[in-house]
C-alpha cells in the first residue's frame, strides 16, 4: 500500500513536468470551478449572515460530493478480482487525479507568457497574462512590478499548487489532495474582501487559511534549502523570510514569497500594500528563470524530505493511507 502511494507521487510529479495541464474542458479544477460559479447566484442574498451560511453550504457541499465521487471510484477500482491489476490501475489513476491538483507546468507556462510579453515590449499582454494568476489590478502595472507580481505568484502557486495538495495527500490521500484543492479554488475565485464576495467567500477564505498554515511554513524551508543546492542567497532567504514572512495581510503567503525573495536577492512590492526582501534593482528574466528552477527542486524536495518519509512513518505506525 505505501509503495503504491510513493509511486502514485512519483508518477503525477512525473506526468505534471513532462506534460502539464489537459485542456479545461478534462480538467477536474475547472469542472469544480464552474460548479462553484453556478452556486454563487443561488446563494447570494441581502442578508449577510445568510450568505455566510451560503458560503458554508457551498464549502461542504462541493468537498463530500467530490469525495464521495472518489470514495466510490476507489471501491469501483478495488472490486476488480486480479490484485496485480488493482495495483497498477491504482497507481495509474491515483497518479492521474494527483497530478490534477499539480500545478508546476501550468506555473511555468503562465509566467513565461508574461515574461515574452515584456521582451516583446508589450506591456498590455503582460498585464493580461499577469491577471490570470493574480488577484490585483495589474491594469498600470510597469515592468517590473509585473515581473514582481509574476515573481510573488510562483512562490504563492508553490504552496497553492504543489506542496500543499501533496501535504494533505500525505495524510488523506487522494481525497486531502482534492479537498484542499476544492477550498484553494474557492479561496481564490470568491475569497476577495470586497463588498461581492465579502460575505459568501469568507468561509472559503478562512478554510483557505487554516489548511495553508503549516503547507507554506513547512515549504518555505524547503525553499531555503533549494536555494541552497541551486547556489542561490539561502542564508538571506532564510534571514528575509523570518523578516518579511508576516508583511502580507494573508497570514501565509508572505513566507514562500519572502524565501523566494531572499534567495533572488530580490524585492517585491504589491502597490500600496506590502514590500518583501530587499534592494532596488531592475527585475529580469534571470529573475524568472532562477524562481521556476526554484519552484521545481522545491516540489521534488518537498516529496523527498517530507511527503515519502511521513507517508512510510504512518505506514509503520498503522496509519492506513487512502489513495
Not at 146 to 159: A, F, R, W, Y
Not at 181 to 188: A, F
Not at 206 to 211: F, Q, R
Request: aromatic share 10%; hydrophobic share 50%.
Amino acid at each position: 500500500m505505501i509503495l503504491e502511494s510513493i509511486l502514485i507521487v512519483t508518477f503525477a510529479l512525473i506526468l505534471d513536468l513532462i506534460v502539464g495541464d489537459p485542456k479545461n474542458k478534462f480538467h477536474p479544477t475547472f469542472w469544480i470551478g464552474t460548479l462553484i460559479a453556478k452556486i454563487v447566484p443561488i446563494i447570494k442574498n441581502k442578508s449577510p449572515y445568510l450568505e455566510k451560511f451560503g458560503g458554508i453550504i457551498l464549502v461542504v457541499s462541493i468537498t463530500a460530493f467530490i469525495t464521495i465521487i472518489l470514495f466510490f471510484l476507489n471501491i469501483g477500482i478495488n472490486n476488480i478480482p486480479i490484485d496485480f491489476v488493482i495495483s497498477i490501475l491504482s497507481i495509474l489513476v491515483g497518479g492521474i487525479l494527483l497530478k490534477t491538483t499539480i500545478a508546476i507546468h501550468g506555473m511555468e507556462k503562465h509566467a513565461m507568457a508574461v515574461m515574452l510579453s515584456i521582451e516583446k515590449n508589450d506591456l498590455e499582454a503582460a498585464r493580461t497574462n499577469l491577471s490570470m494568476i493574480v488577484k490585483r489590478n495589474t491594469k498600470n502595472l510597469d515592468k517590473n512590478h509585473l515581473l514582481s507580481g509574476t515573481l510573488e505568484s510562483i512562490s504563492e502557486n508553490t504552496v497553492d499548487g504543489i506542496t500543499g495538495p501533496l501535504f494533505y495527500f500525505t495524510f488523506f490521500g487522494i481525497s486531502g489532495a482534492f479537498i484542499y484543492r476544492i477550498v484553494n479554488t474557492i479561496d481564490s475565485m470568491i475569497g476577495y474582501k470586497s463588498n461581492i464576495f465579502r460575505n459568501i467567500g469568507w468561509f472559503g477564505a478562512s478554510c483557505d487559511n487554516i489548511l495553508n498554515y503549516l503547507p507554506a511554513r513547512i515549504t518555505s524551508f524547503v525553499m531555503v534549502i533549494s536555494a541552497m543546492i541551486l547556489g542561490n542567497d539561502w542564508k538571506k532567504s532564510f534571514k528575509i523570510m523570518k523578516r518579511d514572512g508576516n508583511n502580507t495581510e494573508s497570514p501565509n503567503a508572505g513566507y514562500p514569497m519572502a524565501a523566494l525573495a531572499g534567495a533572488l536577492g530580490a524585492r517585491f512590492e504589491k502597490i500600496d500594500h506590502y514590500f518583501i526582501g530587499e534592494g532596488n534593482q531592475v527585475l529580469t528574466k534571470a529573475h524568472l528563470s532562477s524562481a521556476i528552477a526554484m519552484m521545481k527542486v522545491t516540489s521534488i524536495l518537498f516529496c523527498v524530505i517530507f511527503t515519502i518519509p511521513v507517508m512510510i512513518i504512518l505506514s509503520y505506525l498503522g496509519w492506513w493511507i487512502h489513495v
